[in-house]
Each structure stands twice: as C-alpha cells, then as structure tokens.
C-alpha cells in the first residue's frame, strides 16, 4: 500500500528559494515517463520557431505532468491522486498547459469511447484551449495520423473512438457526461455564476465509474474579492497545501505569495515578482511587467487592482477592491477573533442598536455597537436576515449568502407565501434552502425577520445595556418596535 500527502507545509520557503510545490516523487513513474514523453513531443505552434514543450517548459510544469499521470495505477486501473488545482498569474502559458495535458490524456487512455473534456467560461477562453490543442495535432504527421480535430471543438483519437471537447459553459450544455477527464479553466469566472457549482458537479459525474478519471482546476486570481465555487476550492486546497486538511486524492500547485509578503506589500517589489510567475523571463516577459505596473499606476487604484490580481496573484480582499470604501485599508486593523455576540454584550457597560430593513428582496440588517467597560474601545458585531423570497429574486448573489450563513453571520427565513414550493424546486437555492425552518402558520405573528430584531432588542433591554434602537426610516415599520423601545428614525 503507497503512503504519500500531498500537503506542503514549508510552502513558503520553497516557493521564495524557485523549488517545486510538489512534495513527492510521481507515485508511478513508470506512467509519468509515458506521459511526459508524450507531452514534451508536442508543439506549440504560435511560439517563435514552434519548439516543443520539452524545450520551452520549465521543471515545475513537468512536474506538474508527472503528478498527474504518475498518480495513475495500471494494475488496478485507478488514479490515487484525482483532484488538481493549479493557481498561477496570467501569461504563464495556462492554455497551452491546458491543450497539452489533455491531448496526452487523450493518447494515453485505453476506454474505448471516453470522454474528456476542457470546461471553459466562455466561449472566447474555450478557444484559447482548443486551438493550441488542435494546432499540436496538425503540427505533427504522427499525431495527425492518430488524432482528427473536427467542427465544434472536438478532436477524435480515430482508434478507441475516444474524443476531446473543449466546451463553453455559457451556450452549451454540460450535463449527462461520461466524462474521464475534465479540466475547468478560469476557475474564478465560474466562482460568479449562481449555478456554478451544480454546474461542475454535472461535469464530472462520470468519475462515480470512471476510477482513472481526474478533474484539473485552472485559475488567475479573481480582480474582485473570491466567492462562489472558486472561493470553496481556494479555501480546500489552502486547507490541504497546509496540512489543516488530509486529502491524499487532491493536489494544489498555488502560486501565491507567503504571508510575510503580504502583510507589508512587498510584493510590489519587482524582485518578488518570479514568486507567482514561474514563466518569468520565458512566456511572461519581466519588462511587459514592469510597463503595466506603471501604467496601472498613473491610471488609478481600480487599474493597479486589476494587474495585482491577474500579473501578481494577488487575492483581493476588503482593502484592495477597486470600489472599495476608503476606510476599508485599515478596517482589519480592528478586527478581533472570535468576537461574538455574547461576548460583546459581557464586555459592555452600554449597547446601541442599527437596523436596516431590507424588503422581501433584500437582506435585513441589524448590528450593535457596545462599550468596553474599562477601556471604552467600541465593540462591533452584525448580522443579516434572509427570506426565500429575497433570496429567489436575487440568485446571483446565491453563493455569497451561502458562505454568510455558513459562517454564521445569516439567518434565512420563510414567510410560507404560496411561491414557496417553486423555491424549494429550484436547483441553485438547493443548499441555501437545505435547513431553513418551516413558516409560522400565526397570521398574528410577527414577519420572522422582526422577531429576530425584537427578541435581540428586548434582550440587550433586559440586561440593562440597552441605550437607544436606530432604524432606517424606509426599513422596519416604527410600530413593531415602538412603543417598546426607544427608537430613532
């Protein structure tokens, strides 16, 4: 029985001293060399003088090769290591990567009539897979001898009938695959697509009977703030990269700075900048760097965002969106982990209370700021409130109410309208919806959003703390409130 991880806890320090992110040797090598005979065979066409991707590559993309063809068990017919994420800046050849691996995936495969495929965002990044990949097939006699690229992206391995299609997930269906291979590029697109994720589980149904089959995630950063499907996988192979998290069947090969790094923005420092750029002096040309990041700079903070994210991998958080608020570059400076309700309400010598309703479209917010006994610092927590029906009419948005309420910091309710069972059947609210309490039945009781709010008033009222309740004057009617507290419109 083989033993490996796939966890790479000293991470940062390899990254800064050019070693590779992947902490093991192919777990069979025999098919790795088979593999990479293959791919280093082939060529990319549109580079200057067509070389092959043995004499253009650098290791770490070898590597990467090896890990995924070496993880594969011929004996049993099983690959041990099925889930790759590789996280890396823009113009390091991630399309070429792309079309290479699958075409040799497409050669090495033995099922008759399997089927892999490349799932793009959109039809404009579908054909930056493709054509590289077709181009590799036509550039060699041999190749074309055993591969047939035809209409709608496909190319045919002519002996096992097996195919390779690169398809865009915006105008074409992906559901009731058979899939072995499935490689998702721009991840961080998808991670805005409400559906996003049901979307790739259809995908990659075929895995359930296909045991050699794998799933290849590919990104640049996001130029926004990750959410979705993408933020989910980020966050799993951190988890995996740094040991929190044991999946010896999935690989992540993220090409991000270290913490260090961050934390004092030296990675504005062009010497740092091979960190995220492996191609660095080959298909990313340091000088291309250097004119962006001053153009980006004369031209304003929306286009130095968007060059840290795609040239730099830079995750953009709270401090760094392009439309952020301005006090956002210091508002981590106050954050306390861990801070809760209780706790603050045990801390406070006097609470207020903000509300903001929201409608049935909407989020309801309600935060309260409380006074630390002995040090008057000011301590902050929030909350929002949901209904299915606001979260119907606002789908897009699906995702990021999902990982509110699995953080804890959204309640999502039913009002029990007639609509409700169209809700409960739609695909894309599935895991939203999955807990939410039935409706109260009492044509007396207040709408569930209220409640809440009363309940935390009367509460922070009864232990004495309470000082006064603001509200938005369009938000929560004044009488459910008053003439309990006293209220500030």
């Keep these: 029985m083989k033993e490996w991880s796939t966890a790479c806890p000293d991470w940062e320090e390899r990254i800064l001293s050019c070693r590779s992110l992947i902490p093991f040797e192919p777990l069979f090598p025999n098919e790795a060399a088979a593999a990479l005979d293959i791919f280093r065979s082939l060529k990319i066409v549109d580079a200057a003088g067509s070389p092959n991707m043995g004499a253009a590559c650098r290791q770490w993309v070898f590597d990467f090769v090896s890990a995924i063809f070496g993880a594969y068990d011929a004996e049993v017919g099983r690959r041990l290591i099925q889930y790759f994420f590789l996280l890396i800046s823009k113009k390091n050849s991630k399309s070429t990567l792309a079309a290479g691996i699958m075409v040799t995936a497409l050669i090495r495969n033995w099922r008759e009539s399997g089927e892999f495929y490349i799932?793009?965002?959109?039809?404009?990044?579908?054909?930056?897979?493709?054509?590289?990949?077709?181009?590799?097939?036509?550039?060699?006699?041999?190749?074309?001898?055993?591969?047939?690229?035809?209409?709608?992206?496909?190319?045919?391995?002519?002996?096992?009938?097996a195919f390779l299609k690169v398809v865009a997930a915006d105008n074409e269906t992906v559901s009731g695959k058979k899939t072995i291979g499935l490689l998702i590029d721009e991840l961080w697109l998808f991670g805005k697509r409400a559906n996003a994720a049901n979307l790739l589980l259809e995908a990659q149904g075929g895995l359930a009977s296909r045991p050699e089959g794998f799933v290849i995630y590919l990104s640049t950063q996001s130029d926004q703030p990750p959410a979705g499907v993408f933020a989910q996988k980020l966050d799993e192979f951190r988890s995996i990269r740094d040991g929190k998290v044991n999946d010896p069947s999935s690989l992540p090969l993220l090409y991000e700075?270290?913490?260090?790094?961050?934390?004092?923005?030296?990675?504005?420092?062009?010497?740092?900048?091979?960190?995220?750029?492996?191609?660095?002096?080959?298909?990313?040309?340091?000088?291309?760097?250097?004119?962006?990041?001053?153009?980006?700079?004369?031209?304003?903070?929306?286009?130095?965002?968007?060059?840290?994210?795609?040239?730099?991998?830079?995750?953009?958080?709270?401090?760094?969106?392009?439309?952020?608020?301005?006090?956002?570059?210091?508002?981590?400076?106050?954050?306390?982990?861990?801070?809760?309700?209780?706790?603050?309400?045990?801390?406070?010598?006097?609470?207020?209370?903000?509300?903001?309703?929201?409608?049935?479209?909407?989020?309801?917010?309600?935060?309260?700021?409380?006074?630390?006994?002995?040090?008057?610092?000011?301590?902050?927590?929030?909350?929002?409130?949901?209904?299915?029906?606001?979260?119907?009419?606002?789908?897009?948005?699906?995702?990021?109410?999902?990982?509110?309420?699995?953080?804890?910091?959204?309640?999502?309710?039913?009002?029990?309208?007639?609509?409700?069972?169209?809700?409960?059947?739609?695909?894309?609210?599935?895991?939203?919806?999955?807990?939410?309490?039935?409706?109260?039945?009492?044509?007396?009781?207040?709408?569930?959003?209220?409640?809440?709010?009363?309940?935390?008033?009367?509460?922070?009222?009864?232990?004495?703390?309470?000082?006064?309740v603001g509200v938005d004057a369009a938000g929560v009617p004044r009488q459910h409130l008053w003439p309990r507290f006293e209220v500030v419109i």
């Design 119 to 161: 799932l793009a965002p959109t039809k404009e990044i579908a054909d930056n897979s493709y054509i590289p990949a077709r181009d590799m097939v036509q550039a060699d006699p041999a190749l074309s001898a055993l591969l047939k690229p035809s209409a709608g992206r496909v190319i045919e391995h002519r002996n096992t009938g």
């Design 257 to 468: 700075f270290p913490k260090r790094l961050l934390k004092d923005e030296q990675f504005r420092k062009q010497e740092y900048w091979f960190v995220t750029n492996p191609n660095l002096g080959a298909s990313v040309d340091e000088a291309y760097l250097v004119n962006q990041m001053s153009k980006a700079d004369r031209a304003g903070r929306a286009a130095v965002v968007g060059f840290l994210a795609k040239h730099l991998n830079v995750q953009i958080g709270q401090s760094l969106r392009s439309d952020g608020w301005a006090g956002a570059v210091v508002w981590a400076r106050g954050i306390e982990t861990g801070l809760s309700l209780d706790e603050i309400l045990k801390r406070s010598e006097v609470v207020t209370v903000g509300i903001d309703g929201g409608g049935l479209d909407d989020l309801l917010g309600v935060a309260i700021i409380g006074r630390e006994r002995g040090t008057n610092r000011w301590l902050g927590w929030a909350h929002g409130l949901l209904s299915t029906i606001g979260a119907y009419r606002r789908k897009a948005n699906v995702e990021d109410y999902l990982r509110f309420k699995q953080a804890g910091e959204l309640t999502v309710f039913r009002f029990g309208h007639a609509a409700e069972e169209m809700i409960d059947d739609d695909p894309v609210l599935a895991e939203l919806l999955r807990d939410v309490a039935p409706a109260n039945d009492d044509p007396a009781a207040l709408p569930p959003d209220i409640q809440y709010v009363v309940d935390l008033v009367m509460r922070i009222r009864d232990m004495g703390l309470l000082a006064q």
